[in-house]
């Protein structure tokens, strides 16, 4: 279920491994300078012609999380190099 955020809101970025999408997301700080990331990880699959997302994973896809969660990484570092 999104959240109300969520809705209003579309992530900054999106990486795709595969079936698997990190999602990231940017909030303004309050009580520091720059960007506070976070990070929402789900597994696409499809059901009766449309794609659904469920934050579950199977032990063969924990190699596609590890990947995706690492890209996220970089990309976020790279984006908080360029603010400053």
Known sequence: MKTENETKNRPVHK???ET??????????KYTAGMLYSVRITR?????????????F????LPLVAKAAELAREWI????ALEN
């Open 44 to 56: 696409r699959y499809p059901v009766a012609g449309t794609w659904r997302e469920t934050p579950s």
């Open 58 to 61: 199977g032990v063969d896809e």
């Open 20 to 29: 698997i999408v990190a999602a990231i997301w940017a909030n303004k700080a």
């Open 77 to 80: 570092l790279n984006a908080q």
């Open 15 to 17: 990486i795709e491994v």
